[in-house]
């Protein structure tokens, strides 16, 4: 991505944000899923957004109603989901070096049984990375929400333990990326776009 050129298409918000990420790499990241989310607007006809942040971070737009979307960028890869409900999203590179003490430390014992009995325990253990991220942005508290005040059940089909909301997850592996998604859909699929026909 040539940011020279794609940085003056984004709003101020996105510009202090994009300031704000010391590496080249990361700045990139957060245009290009800026500019995603603007291709993705664009198409739902909505082309004059004004974007806000709620009490613990999470963005939203002001003047849409019932429009709803979530952000993130890893690696190589940036990600947008958006919906006429709440949704949380995350993606995550599968790094086979991961500190497994994490899921040990922060997560809850059954999700930390189920990663150290895994075949490939790095890949299992970004699946409940993703899975809670994306649980944590869908309610808008982010990193506010312990990680172990939850409990994701990965059998046939994903569940949060007490789930109330009669919330939906979705997991997707990409290349050597996990995205996760929590709404109340069913995702069958993910659309990719080249970042570089964005601007």
Known sequence: MDLKK???????????KIDFYRFDKDKKLSCGAYLLLKKLLSEEN???PIFKTGKYGK???SNHENVYFNLSHSGKIVLCAISDMEVGADVEYIDPKIDLNISKNYFYNSEYENIMS????S????????????????TGLGM?????????????EIQLKNNSKNL?????????????IASHYDVSDLIEYDVETLY
Do not use: C, H
């Not at 929400?145 to 046939?156: P, T, V, Y």
């Open 46 to 48: 909505i082309t004059n």
């Open 6 to 16: 794609a940085y003056p298409l984004v709003s101020k918000n996105r510009q202090e």
């Open 123 to 138: 890949d299992e253990f970004f699946k409940y990375w993703v899975l809670k991220e994306s649980y944590m942005k869908y």
């Open 118 to 121: 895994a075949e490939n325990k």
């Open 59 to 61: 963005a939203y737009i």
């Open 168 to 180: 939906k997850f979705n997991l997707f592996n990409i290349e050597d990326y996990k995205i996760g």
């Open 144 to 156: 506010n929400l312990k990680l172990d005040s939850f409990e994701i059940k990965i059998k046939d």
